[in-house]
Every structure is written in structure tokens, then in C-alpha cells.
């Protein structure tokens, strides 16, 4: 019997083996005219933000789509104020890591859409890793932007500054945020928000790697 090409592709997917991500590709989404992080884009990725907010997004690659895991490093050398990420406009954070997922049905169909129109979308579930604020760590903040429902924030670190390995489960994350298992990841991003303190961050993210 012949597979509808959706269903190919996440077969396919599901049976390659993922691995580590580069940041070449990664291009930046602005979300304000009037400014914008600074990213570069490489085997790492630099970033620094000066009182502004912006996302340097990028696509997963299908042998990633089922990924279970992550795992990645990060570097902040300058720090952003301590804020609550839950509050929405007062919310700055130095780093945040986003794995962005959508219903299986519909990966095909959406492996090149660009970050705006995915996060704009109802069936679309973001869980986004952040170093910074002054949360619980481990804790899941509904996020104040966009559709109710379709985001949260994990805080894995509180603000400040210092280098750490992460490893996360997505896969269990996903299930404590938002219940039942996690479709497709097709879309990946990192962000620095800045905009609310008027303060600067300068860090790294290194080693990203889907498993």
C-alpha cells in the first residue's frame, strides 16, 4: 500500500537518527520596527540585545521531527534583572531555547512555514527553556503571549550570569504542559528580551543537539 506523502515523511523521520544542529542556516524574526538583537550565526550562536527583543529562528531537519530529547550549552556574560516570565511586558530573560511542535497530520504542510505564522497558529505547542527571571525552576508558566493554551515557559535557570549544560525531555515536558505526547518538531529558535529593563545580555548558546 502506498503512504500519503505526510505519512512518508514522518516514517521517514522517525527512523533516521537525530543529532546535533547548526546554527548557519538560523535567520532573526523581528518583533518591533524600532530594534533587534544582534545574533551570529555559526556552529554556535552569539547574542546580544541592548535593550531590545527579537528570535533567530530555524527549521529542524526531518530526521529530527520525533526527537525526545535536547541537550545544549549556554553562556550569559551579561545579565538582564531578575522579572517574574509570567508577566506579560515584564518579562526580559537572557536566553530562551523554543522547541516548537505541530500535529503530525500537518508537518509536511508546515515544514516551511517561517516562526511568525507558526506561533500564530492555534494547533501549533511551544515549550521555550529560559536562563533567567525569578520563577521556580522547573516550573511551567502558561506564557501571557499569543493563544492561551499553546505555550509555556520552563525556567531552567534564574537570572544571572556563568556557563551550564542543559539536557531536557521533551517528550515529558510536553506531557506536563500540555498533555497526551508531542506531535512533530519541526521548528527550533532562541530569543534575548531586553526591552522591559532597558538593560543588555550578552551570551552563547553552544552544543545543541536533538536526540
Known amino acids: 500500500m502506498k503512504l500519503p506523502l505526510a505519512a512518508a515523511l514522518i516514517l521517514a523521520a522517525t527512523a533516521a537518527t537525530a543529532g546535533p544542529v547548526g546554527f548557519a542556516n538560523w535567520k532573526e524574526q523581528r518583533l518591533s520596527l524600532f530594534g533587534s538583537n544582534d545574533y551570529s550565526f555559526g556552529s554556535s550562536l552569539g547574542l546580544a540585545s541592548n535593550g531590545t527583543v527579537s528570535i533567530a529562528w530555524g527549521r529542524a531537519p526531518q530526521a529530527d521531527w520525533a526527537a525526545t530529547s535536547a541537550s545544549w550549552s549556554w553562556n550569559v556574560t551579561q545579565s538582564v534583572p531578575a522579572t517574574d516570565l509570567s508577566r506579560k511586558g515584564g518579562d526580559d530573560r537572557n536566553i530562551a531555547v523554543y522547541f516548537v511542535f505541530v500535529p503530525q497530520a500537518v508537518a509536511a504542510e508546515l515544514a516551511s512555514a517561517d516562526i511568525r505564522a507558526l506561533l500564530g497558529r492555534s494547533d501549533v505547542r511551544v515549550l521555550q527553556y529560559a536562563y533567567g527571571g525569578n520563577n521556580a525552576v522547573g ?15 520552563i525556567p531552567l535557570r534564574q537570572a ?7 539536557r531536557v525531555n521533551l517528550a515529558a515536558d510536553y506531557t506536563r ?9 519541526i521548528g527550533l529558535a532562541v530569543s534575548g528580551d531586553s526591552d522591559d529593563t532597558k538593560t543588555s545580555i550578552a551570551a552563547t548558546v553552544s552544543g545543541l543537539s536533538l536526540n
Open 160 to 166: 544571572g550570569t556563568g556557563a551550564f549544560n542543559e
Open 139 to 153: 516550573s511551567v508558566l502558561p506564557s501571557p503571549y499569543g493563544t492561551a493554551g499553546t505555550g509555556v515557559t
Open 177 to 185: 504542559a500540555f498533555g497526551g505526547a508531542p506531535g512533530a518538531l
